[in-house]
T-cell receptor
């Protein structure tokens, strides 16, 4: 069966450190992978998209890698700030134009 | 970025009643919108794909007669939860892509609607 697993459910880090989130998938062949941020009680907000032929993508303090051999994406938040505290979701194209989401990793950045 | 607006943000209803949730694309036309449901600490689950001017496409296990979707214009899709029961209590979120549903790329989400059925 198809699975998207985000390890782990929660991540607590000190301000200024780098948070690294993992997204592993099984039985998908995605052409691209996306990361979203979701705050409590709100809809997700798009952060980054990386295509299967791209190894790495950056946007400000965010960096995403995509390894189609390992079937894994890593999401890094560098120089983390308390405002980065949120749940981060990975998503990939499952069937044509539909997106399937992982359960998310909740990041808490301590001041 | 594009804006998707959802209303109401919160609704409480009695068991057996119907509730309508609206999803509007404010600054772009959306031929396709997607309706998701999210339970606490779980991932977003796609319920159905709403197609302007035609019937919605439902995911396996989603009852089309219970979750009525209407996409009457290029900027509005509605989800009606009919004969709601407490197990229907959840967070419902709509989304759309600029350029149509078959375009790859980011999804723009509404703010979500928290439904509580008593």
């Amino acid at each position: 069966s198809q699975k998207i697993e985000q390890n782990s459910e929660a991540l607590n880090i000190q301000e200024g450190k780098t948070a690294t989130l993992t997204c592993n998938y099984t039985n998908y062949s995605p052409a691209y992978l996306q990361w979203y941020r979701q705050d409590p009680g709100r809809g997700p907000v798009f952060l980054l998209l990386i295509r299967e032929n791209e190894k790495e993508k950056r946007k400000e303090r965010l960096k995403v890698t995509f390894d189609t051999t390992l079937k894994q994406s890593l999401f890094h938040i560098t120089a983390s700030q308390p405002a980065d505290s949120a749940t981060y979701l990975c998503a990939l194209d499952a069937d044509d134009y539909k997106l399937s989401f992982g359960a998310g990793t909740t990041v808490t950045v301590r001041a | 970025g594009a804006v998707v607006s959802q209303h109401p943000s919160r609704v409480i209803c009695k068991s057996g009643t119907s509730v309508k949730i609206e999803c509007r694309s404010l600054d772009f036309q959306a031929t396709t919108m997607f309706w998701y449901r999210q339970f606490p600490k779980q991932s977003l689950m796609l319920m159905a794909t709403s197609n302007e001017g035609s019937k919605a496409t439902y995911e396996q296990g989603v009852e089309k007669d219970k979750f009525l979707i209407n996409h009457a214009s290029l900027t509005l899709s509605t989800l009606t939860v009919t004969s709601a029961h407490p197990e229907d209590s959840s967070f419902y979120i709509c989304s759309a892509r600029v350029g149509g549903g078959t375009n790859t790329g980011e999804l723009f989400f509404g703010e979500g609607s928290r439904l509580t059925v008593l």
